[in-house]
C-alpha cells in the first residue's frame, strides 16, 4: 500500500539539472568525508549472495527477499541483499582489518516489500559501513563518539551544499540530541514510535534514539531490529539496554522526522545467543555467519548503513525520493506528484 505526503504550496528549489549535479557533488563529498573520519577503507560489495547461509539482512524478519536460481550452479538460489550488514563483518574478517579501521562500501539493493511513499522505493542505495573494535569499546560512550563523528561529515556536507546553492540554508544543529527509546516513550506515552521520532525531532532538529530493538517499558519495541547484528540488549545510555540507535533530522518540505541512518555496536556471542533465544530464532547458530562469529572467527566491530537518496533528499530539500533516484511508482502516486510539482525521475 503506498503513501504519500504532497506538501501545500510545494516548489522545488532546484532544477534537474542542478539537481543532478547536486546528487553528485553530495555523494562524492560525503563518503569522503565519512572515510577520514572512521578510517575507512572502500570495498566492492556483492548484489546478491547465496540463500540459506545467514549472510543476507534480515531486517524486521518478515520482509521477504527478490531470489532467483543460479543455472550453473545446479539452481542454487541467490538473494538480492537487503543490506550488508553481517557481509561487511566476515569481509573485516577476510581481510584482516586491526582495531581502528574498517571499510564502507556502496551497498545496492531491491526490498520488494516496502510501502511506497516519499521516503521509501523498491530501489535502496546506502553506505555501508563497519569498524572493527575491542572489547573496551563495546560501550556506549564509543558508540556515541562514532555517531558523532558521522554527524559532523552531515554539518560539513551541509555547508558544502550551500556553498553550491546559497538558496538551500543549513538547518542542523550544531549537536546533535542522544535519547533511549525509553526515555522517549515515559516523553510522549500516548503517541505511537513515529510520532515519538515526530515530536522530539522537531524539537530538537537532529537525534539519535538508542536502543532500537529492545522491548520497553510497555513491553513493545519501538522498531523492529534482526536480532543477529545490532547488539540491543547490552545495557547502554542510562544503564538501560541498546548499543545500537537510529539517526533522524527533522524534514523541512515533509514537516516531519526521517531517518537518514542506522548503526550499531554488533552482537558478540553473549548477545548473539540471548537475542536468538529471545526471539525464537536458535536455529540461526547453524548458519555459515553464525558458526564464524561463535567461532571467534569474526572480530567485535561497529556498523551501520547511510542512506544516499534520502541524504540527498534531505540536503536539496526534495519532497520525495523519487525526485533523486529512478524507480518504479504506483500511476496515481506519479499523477498526484505531478499536480504538486513534485517530479518524479
Not at 523492529?224 to 539496554?241: H, I, M, Q
Request: proline share 5%; hydrophobic share 35%; with cysteine.
Amino acid at each position: 500500500m503506498s503513501y504519500l505526503i504532497a506538501p501545500e504550496h510545494y516548489k522545488p528549489l532546484l532544477d534537474l539539472k542542478q539537481t543532478e549535479l547536486g546528487i553528485k557533488q553530495i555523494k562524492e563529498f560525503f563518503q569522503l568525508n565519512l572515510s577520514s573520519e572512521l578510517r575507512l577503507r572502500r570495498v566492492t560489495a556483492p548484489l546478491f549472495v547465496l540463500k540459506g547461509m545467514g549472510i543476507n539482512d534480515d531486517l524486521n524478519g518478515t520482509e521477504r527477499p527478490v531470489s532467483f536460481p543460479i543455472k550453473d550452479m545446479g539452481d542454487a538460489r541467490a538473494e538480492v541483499v537487503h543490506s550488508l550488514a553481517k557481509w561487511k563483518r566476515l569481509t573485516l574478517a577476510d581481510y584482516h582489518i586491526e582495531p581502528g579501521y574498517g571499510v564502507y562500501t556502496d551497498m545496492n539493493a531491491i526490498r520488494a516489500d516496502e510501502e511506497l511513499g516519499n521516503l521509501h522505493s523498491l530501489y535502496v542505495d546506502q553506505w555501508d559501513w563497519e569498524r572493527v573494535i575491542t572489547t573496551t569499546d563495546r560501550t556506549i560512550d564509543f558508540l556515541k563518539e562514532i555517531v558523532t563523528r558521522i554527524y559532523a561529515a552531515m554539518i560539513r556536507t551541509e555547508y558544502m551544499v550551500y556553498e553550491m546553492y546559497p538558496q538551500i540554508k543549513p538547518c542542523l544543529p550544531e549537536k546533535l540530541h542522544f535519547i533511549h527509546a525509553e526515555e522517549l516513550r515515559q516523553l510522549y506515552p500516548d503517541l505511537t514510535p513515529k510520532e515519538r521520532e515526530h515530536a522530539i525531532t522537531k524539537k530538537h532538529g537532529a537525534v539519535f534514539i538508542v536502543g532500537i530493538g529492545c522491548p520497553l517499558g510497555d513491553g513493545k519495541k519501538h522498531d523492529g531490529r534482526a536480532p543477529d547484528y545490532d547488539d540491543y540488549t547490552t545495557p547502554g545510555l542510562n544503564g538501560l539496554p541498546g548499543l545500537n540507535g537510529d539517526l533522524l533530522v527533522w524534514d523541512a518540505p515533509l514537516q516531519r522526522s526521517i531517518e537518514l541512518s542506522s548503526m550499531g555496536i554488533r552482537v558478540d556471542k553473549k548477545a548473539l545467543v540471548h537475542q536468538l533465544k529471545a526471539s525464537g530464532e536458535e536455529r540461526r547458530l547453524e548458519l555459515y555467519f553464525h558458526k564464524r562469529l561463535m567461532n571467534d572467527t569474526l572480530p567485535l566491530s561497529i556498523g551501520g548503513g547511510i542512506g544516499q537518496s534520502r541524504l540527498c533528499m534531505f540536503y536539496l530539500r526534495k519532497a520525495h525520493i523519487g525526485e533523486i533516484q529512478a524507480s518504479i511508482w504506483p500511476q496515481d502516486m506519479r499523477e498526484e506528484c505531478l499536480k504538486h510539482g513534485i517530479h518524479l525521475i
